[in-house]
């Protein structure tokens, strides 16, 4: 289960790791403050959303239990397709629009890449999982990626925005299929 809480991770990261490459083609120079914050704005509220989540599914986990495995699938297929899909549509103005790292322009853009994050937590409910670790490991992934991308944008450039959105969106579907297809019997992994 370690392995898919870090592909979970990983694939939930890449909205926070493009959205910080955008930024990053915004600044002249990226400061280690800058990618400290940009860290802990998207990997905090990345971790905070999940556990939202959680906590609202766990309270209707009993009602839910026999369709547990579908709600992983759709969650995690509609999540990946939605990444995928603004991959290819994304406006990339829409990613420069500010060099600035204060609350006001740093708190929307973590929400923003977060939402996603809400429904990965619902989906965690109904996974045995050790849930502080799917978080933490959610929370530590997403800032390392963040200050990571934030880097990556100012000296690469906005090639790899897309195919890490897809990557992550690819992963996450791969997720959804893998944990359906094992609760109706078809693999055993």
């Known amino acids: 289960m370690i392995i898919e809480i870090l592909l979970i991770s990983l694939s939930v990261s890449m909205d926070a790791f493009a959205v910080a490459i955008g930024k990053g083609l915004t600044v002249k ?28 599914a766990s309270r209707f986990n009993q009602y839910l239990d026999q369709v547990d495995h579908w709600i992983i699938f759709i969650l995690l297929a509609l999540i990946g397709g939605n990444m995928i899909r603004e991959a290819f549509g994304e406006d990339q103005e829409n990613l420069k629009e500010t060099a600035k790292f204060d609350w006001r322009h ?32 959610i929370g530590l992934v997403t800032g390392v990626l963040s200050a990571a991308g934030l880097y990556m944008g100012r000296f690469v450039g906005a090639r790899w925005q897309t195919p890490a959105q897809i990557a992550g969106g690819l992963m996450l579907i791969f997720i959804g299929l893998k944990v359906l297809l094992e609760h109706l019997g078809f693999i055993a992994w």
């Open 29 to 56: 120079r990226v400061r280690a403050q800058d990618a400290l914050k940009t860290a802990i704005w998207f990997g905090g509220l990345q971790a905070l959303f999940p556990l939202l989540g959680f906590f609202l």
């Open 106 to 137: 740093m708190l929307p853009l973590a929400v923003a890449c977060s939402i996603d994050a809400f429904a990965i937590g619902v989906s965690l409910a109904f996974m045995d999982v050790n849930v502080i670790f799917a978080i933490a490991t």
